[in-house]
């Protein structure tokens, strides 16, 4: 008997509608470098911050930008803070590992990513199965939901698993869905399953070739429907039966992918206008191209300190502060605070400018401005769409 089985014939027209997404955003052009990467910063930023808080670690998105930057805020415990750095590393390690000529689904792999989703940190069971029950309990409630299979079954069970991942399934979202259910299902760790989990149904998609952050950030989007995401759990019943029909967590897993590639898509093509419009005016006013990141943080409402700012711009310290300096004496930027406290938010000067780039007219300087620049663009992607 199939370890999880699943009825695949009920899943081809939304995995047919992914490879033509994947067609489509493949082919759609070259994109600007500095653009893509801080696409990709603020994805990775949001999946983090996502995937970790779902499993009660308490930090922000904010937080987890300024960490992933080399920052430490304050506010953020040193092990929530370890936490939120392991879990880029664990994927990151995908990203290096998907391509190899010598990859292999194996219980190995699967510790070394637990390994550094938690940090390695022994005392919480990082690297190791389990040696004891484990059970899955309702966060609001406090009661037991769900109770994964026996810990002496652990290891036979992630082998059988990788076997099965080996093997092949019909279709890379097939197998993304399917190992990230299985590896929930068999819970082989103390802690960090949830984390493992999302991790390695983001390597499925890594080695079938879906690589773009609009294919594998679905921790972001599931961090805000947990409703759906729970519920497409309960397909295992209430404790583990290897012969439990995984099929509706597959159709949830998939269509979620789906609303997530969409949902990127256009706001991806938004932000892309607002970028180059940030851009473009930084250097029309006589700052380097560079302060456009200052700039793009500080028009989105969020705050900037030059130890956030540096490793973004690549600069030194003098540099950075030299950057600063300049975008406040443009108005693009407003400091708040003094010496070591000193942060950066959006000048008076900043939306307005956006705004006359895009062709918005706005009179104020504040979020809701901003808010109707980023409507009308988006209405105007849509419309382009149609």
């Not at 993304?176 to 984390?195: E, K, Q, T």
């Not at 997530?260 to 006013?285: F, K, M, N, P, Y």
């Amino acid at each position: 008997m199939l370890l999880l089985p699943y009825r695949g014939e009920s899943l081809r027209d939304a995995t047919a509608e992914l490879d033509a997404w994947r067609t489509r955003l493949d082919y759609k052009g070259p994109i600007h470098r500095a653009w893509l990467g801080r696409l990709r910063r603020d994805l990775e930023a949001e999946a983090v911050a996502a995937s970790t808080s779902m499993e009660g670690v308490p930090v922000t998105v904010d937080e987890v930008r300024r960490i992933l930057a080399g920052e430490q805020p304050r506010e953020t415990r040193d092990e929530d803070a370890a936490l939120v750095r392991g879990y880029r590393e664990a994927m990151s390690f995908v990203l290096r590992r998907a391509d190899a000529a010598a990859f292999r689904w194996d219980p190995e792999l699967i510790i070394g990513l637990h390994d550094r989703i938690l940090a390695g940190n022994w005392a919480n069971g990082a690297g190791r199965f389990r040696d004891g029950p484990a059970f899955v309990v309702d966060s609001h409630t406090g009661e037991p939901r769900f109770e994964p299979s026996e810990a002496r079954s652990v290891p036979d069970l992630v082998a059988a698993a990788c076997e099965r991942m080996e093997a092949g399934h019909p279709h890379a979202a097939i197998a993304a869905a399917w190992i990230h259910v299985a590896v929930a299902a068999i819970h082989p760790f103390r802690d960090g399953n949830g984390r493992a989990a999302r991790v390695v149904a983001s390597l499925g998609m890594h080695r079938a070739g879906f690589k773009l952050p609009e294919f594998t950030s679905l921790e972001e989007w599931w961090g805000r429907h947990l409703g759906q995401y729970y519920a497409a759990f309960e397909c295992l019943g209430s404790s583990f039966d290897p012969g439990a029909d995984v099929t509706p967590f597959l159709e949830a897993h998939i269509e979620a992918q789906l609303r997530q590639v969409r949902a990127l898509d256009l706001r991806e093509r938004t932000q892309h206008r607002i970028w180059s419009a940030i851009e473009d005016g930084v250097e029309s006013i006589g700052l380097e191209a560079r302060v456009a990141n200052a700039a793009w943080d500080a028009f989105f409402g969020r705050e900037v300190t030059p130890r956030y700012y540096r490793p973004l711009a690549d600069v030194s310290t003098a540099t950075a502060t030299n950057d600063l300096a300049a975008a406040v004496a443009a108005g693009l930027l407003r400091p708040v605070g003094q010496g070591r406290s000193r942060r950066y938010v959006a000048g008076e000067a900043l939306v307005p400018l956006v705004g006359a780039r895009v062709g918005v007219n706005v009179t104020e300087a504040d979020a809701s401005a901003r808010d109707v620049i980023v409507a009308e663009l988006a209405r105007r992607v849509i419309t382009l769409s149609e």
